[in-house]
């Protein structure tokens, strides 16, 4: 059996933090590859090591004077030094850092600096080997992740070592610069080193202990789910729950490898498993409800639109011309609505309408505005009777217009459209009808 590990930025803000991590690691042997972020903060009002390397380039970029800004970050670093009495300095690399900064490297390169740092610290704490995540991750030409080159570069860098640090959240372009990956990257990282040593469990530790069955700015202290498919993970975080990084998923699902979300902070607790597929139910019909505000509805009218081949295909070109994506598109016999995000649509509201007009010759256009969407999502929900029928209940009793129903047919989930001033009690009948309800 094997794992990788990837520590977020809040696991390892500071030595104290930096000492569960070794204990982690050493309580299961299982546990090889690891994968450190940047330090984040150590409390609400610190500032990430990562923000800060942006802030100091931003200074270096425009001419200014830099130096300070880096000396904050090595006192981060030498702060850790200290704490964990690590026979270590960063003085080297912090000389070619300012070298690179001066000769304006690049952002990528600056912010990629945080988690090579923190490698480097974490190679040596645990005395195991440092590998850069430069030599061994790759972008293509156009800045794509490069995967077929990383796969057999990395894999067999790894078969090298039984045991390494692979820094989080950066690789290099085929001109030998480094890149990043978007924020929160390093759990992409954790992915592709996970699929390249062919692990058993890809482990994502952090400050929570796994994803919740609802947002808990809405919920006070929610459920943990338990086990999640990957499907319904990617519905939950498309709609805004946030715990592991989108792209993260990808990887680790072609090989069918778990990934469990664990916390640094609670060791204790089981997490989080994110799985291909399971026959274990899940506790709840529903696996969990997220969602988005700021939505609006396009919706059109025509006479006789049922019988117009090509309708949709012109309506939604409208949109598409003005490079604008849609969520959902729901229809009747004469009418055709579109979803899209508001403030994308907003600047370019009258060139739509316009090109709809252009395009479809419709009866009426007319445009609803701050609406949300949500997403009950559940694997759970599949050939159940009654679900959607709970659902609006519940909604009805608290009084909430529903706007717009969309069920895929996977019956994976059920999307609803409601007043943007209905959101958070809509989210919280839902979870009373299917969480607490069922306590
Ligand atoms: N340190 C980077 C960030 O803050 C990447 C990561 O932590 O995953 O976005």
Redesign the pocket.
């Known amino acids: 059996m094997s794992k990788v590990v990837k520590f ?2 809040s696991s390892l803000a500071s030595a104290e933090q930096f000492k569960k991590v070794k204990d982690i690691i050493m309580a299961d042997k299982d546990r090889r590859y690891v994968v450190p ?2 330090p984040g903060k150590r409390f609400s009002k610190d500032t ?1 090591v ?1 923000d800060m390397l942006y802030q100091c380039y931003g200074k270096a970029e425009k001419g200014e004077n830099f130096k300070d800004k880096l000396a904050e970050i090595k006192a981060r670093y030498d702060e850790i030094i200290a704490g964990l009495k690590l026979n270590v300095n960063l003085d080297k690399e912090f000389a070619e850092i300012e070298k690179n900064f001066a000769a304006k490297a690049g952002s990528d390169y600056a912010a990629s600096r ?2 090579f740092l923190n490698g480097i610290l974490m190679s040596h704490y645990l005395g195991y080997p440092f590998i850069d995540a430069a030599d061994v991750i790759f972008f293509d030409e156009n800045g794509e992740f490069d995967a077929d080159k990383t796969d057999s570069v990395l894999s067999a860098r790894l078969k090298e070592d039984e045991r390494a640090v692979i820094p ?2 950066y690789g290099s372009m085929p001109d030998g610069s480094v890149k990043t990956f978007s ?5 992409i990282t954790g992915s592709i080193v996970s699929k390249a040593a062919k692990v058993d469990v890809y482990e994502n530790w952090t400050d929570v202990s796994g994803f919740l069955i609802a947002d808990p700015r809405i919920i006070p202290n929610p459920e943990v789910i338990e086990i999640i498919t990957y499907r319904e993970l990617r519905e939950l975080s498309y709609m805004g729950a946030t715990v592991l990084h989108e792209d993260a998923i990808f990887p680790v699902r072609k090989m069918g490898i778990p990934i469990n979300i664990r916390n640094t902070n609670a060791p204790e607790d089981n997490g989080t498993w994110i799985v291909g597929s399971t026959g274990q139910k899940s506790k709840y019909i529903i696996t969990g409800v997220a969602g988005k505000k700021g939505f609006c509805a396009v919706n059109i009218e025509k006479d006789m639109m049922n019988s117009e081949i090509g309708f949709g295909r012109k309506l939604l070109q409208a949109f598409e011309e003005n490079g604008i994506s849609f969520e959902h598109s729901p229809s009747g016999i004469d009418t055709f609505t579109v979803f899209v995000h508001q403030d994308e649509f907003m600047d370019k509201e009258q060139k739509v309408v316009a090109g709809i007009h252009r395009l479809c010759n419709p009866d009426t256009v007319e445009i609803e505005t701050d609406l949300a969407l949500l997403a009950v999502v559940g694997r759970g929900m599949k050939s159940q009777r009654g679900t959607a029928g709970r659902i609006f209940s519940a909604l009805a009793h608290a009084n909430i217009n529903v706007k717009m129903i969309d069920q895929g047919s996977s019956e994976l989930n059920i999307i609803i459209g409601v007043a943007n001033s209905d959101f958070e009690a809509a989210i919280k009948a839902i979870y009373d009808i299917f969480v607490v309800s069922q306590l």
Do not use: I, Q, V, Y
């Open positions: 977020g930025g972020s940047a990430k990562t945080g988690e989080g959240f924020r929160g990257g390093s759990d």
